[in-house]
């Protein structure tokens, strides 16, 4: 295995009676790299995400996890931590007590598991001792966050781990993140929410109907031959609705100009004469005061990628 690939996956198959819920699936993760892991529901994350923490076995292909080839369930290296569906969490015992219980579980003295010290990491000092089971959604996905980063994993798998965050929830959750990778650890983020991948994530697979049909960096998904639909805010919308009928390879798609009150129109273009367009605005002496596009490339390709899967072209 190449040692710079935390998971390695060639062609794993998995079925579930006749249901097939992984067909041929490859996958590469680096060390140190944040990978997403996105597709519709049925997709077959779930059942990939239980793979790489060893609560399955693959039916058919190979699995090799920081190094060591799975070949039955639970055999994964002590190395990997993480939670499916939500972490298993006691709702009667203290956020405390919980990292105690698992932490001699595992054979470890409560007293220097670090207990405090992943509690810090991500935001939970405060409720330390409140029990579990009055948690939000939010508040128990970074317990169970903590609870992973208290064995020290080398592989960090998560399942929505953005669920029920709120903002300020969510950034910490990210910065811990993108500290663990930055400290060498992998980390497999699944998620329905593309905003969070594409802060998140360096790259990303793209799963339906249990097929990877898109693994690779972010930037592949951006590529300058997709046309995308992408929102213009001026100093003058007038003149940015002339500007952009004049300019080759651009389509105005909705004007909201010629209200008094509006400044955005919506354009569909590709990137290189979107450039030009700002170009154009610029030398004009039209400020762009925003351009973003209506929907992200992340989820753009997306739903392009998936749509096309399950109508079988």
Same mark, same amino acid.
């Given at each position: 295995?190449?040692?710079?690939?935390?998971?390695?996956?060639?062609? #794993?198959?998995?079925?579930?009676?006749?249901?097939?819920?992984?067909?041929?699936?490859?996958?590469?993760?680096?060390?140190?790299?944040?990978?997403?892991?996105?597709?519709? *529901?049925?997709?077959?994350?779930?059942?990939?995400?239980?793979?790489?923490?060893?609560?399955?076995?693959? /039916?058919?292909?190979?699995?090799? #996890?920081?190094?060591?080839?799975?070949?039955?369930?639970?055999?994964?290296?002590?190395?990997?931590?993480?939670?499916?569906?939500? %972490?298993?969490?006691? %709702?009667?015992?203290?956020?405390?007590? *919980?990292?105690?219980?698992?932490?001699?579980?595992?054979?470890?003295?409560?007293?220097? @598991?670090? #207990?405090?010290?992943?509690?810090?990491?991500?935001?939970?000092?405060? !409720?330390?001792?409140?029990?579990?089971?009055?948690?939000?959604?939010?508040?128990?996905?970074?317990?169970?966050?903590?609870?992973?980063?208290?064995?020290?994993?080398?592989?960090?798998?998560?399942?929505?781990?953005? *669920?029920?965050?709120?903002?300020?929830?969510?950034?910490?959750?990210?910065?811990?993140?993108?500290?663990?990778?930055?400290?060498?650890?992998? !980390?497999?983020?699944?998620?329905?929410?593309?905003?969070?991948? $594409?802060?998140?994530?360096?790259? !990303?697979?793209?799963?339906?109907?249990?097929?990877?049909?898109?693994?690779?960096?972010? *930037?592949?998904?951006?590529?300058?031959?997709? $046309?995308?639909?992408?929102?213009?805010?001026?100093?003058? %919308?007038?003149?940015?609705?002339?500007?952009? /009928?004049?300019? /080759?390879? #651009?389509?105005?798609?909705?004007?909201?100009?010629?209200?008094?009150?509006?400044?955005?129109?919506?354009?569909?273009?590709?990137?290189?004469?979107?450039?030009?367009?700002? @170009?154009?605005?610029?030398?004009?002496?039209?400020?762009?005061?925003?351009?973003? %596009?209506?929907?992200?490339?992340?989820?753009?390709?997306?739903? @392009?990628?998936?749509?096309?899967?399950?109508?079988?072209?």
């Amino acid at each position: 295995m190449d040692a710079l690939l935390a998971v390695r996956a060639r062609g #794993i198959t998995k079925c579930f009676g006749e249901v097939v819920a992984l067909d041929g699936v490859d996958l590469d993760v680096t060390q140190g790299q944040i990978h997403g892991l996105v597709g519709p *529901n049925g997709a077959g994350k779930t059942t990939l995400l239980g793979l790489l923490l060893g609560l399955a076995v693959a /039916d058919g292909g190979r699995l090799e #996890i920081l190094g060591t080839p799975v070949e039955r369930a639970l055999a994964v290296s002590d190395g990997v931590a993480g939670f499916v569906d939500g %972490p298993g969490l006691y %709702p009667s015992l203290t956020a405390r007590q *919980n990292l105690a219980a698992l932490a001699r579980l595992r054979g470890h003295d409560a007293r220097s @598991a670090g #207990i405090d010290e992943v509690l810090d990491q991500v935001g939970l000092t405060d !409720v330390a001792d409140d029990k579990a089971r009055g948690f939000s959604l939010g508040m128990r996905q970074r317990l169970g966050l903590a609870a992973a980063l208290l064995t020290k994993p080398r592989l960090l798998v998560l399942d929505e781990p953005s *669920n029920g965050l709120d903002p300020s929830g969510k950034r910490h959750v990210h910065r811990v993140l993108t500290r663990l990778a930055a400290d060498g650890t992998s !980390v497999v983020v699944s998620s329905h929410r593309m905003d969070d991948l $594409e802060a998140l994530c360096s790259e !990303v697979t793209i799963l339906a109907t249990g097929r990877v049909v898109f693994s690779g960096p972010l *930037n592949k998904l951006a590529s300058e031959n997709r $046309e995308l639909d992408y929102r213009v805010r001026t100093s003058d %919308p007038r003149a940015a609705r002339r500007l952009a /009928d004049d300019t /080759d390879g #651009i389509r105005v798609v909705e004007d909201t100009g010629m209200r008094q009150d509006a400044e955005v129109l919506v354009v569909r273009a590709m990137v290189p004469a979107l450039d030009e367009l700002v @170009a154009h605005l610029v030398r004009s002496g039209v400020a762009v005061r925003e351009l973003a %596009p209506v929907v992200s490339p992340l989820e753009a390709a997306f739903l @392009a990628l998936t749509e096309r899967q399950e109508d079988g072209r």
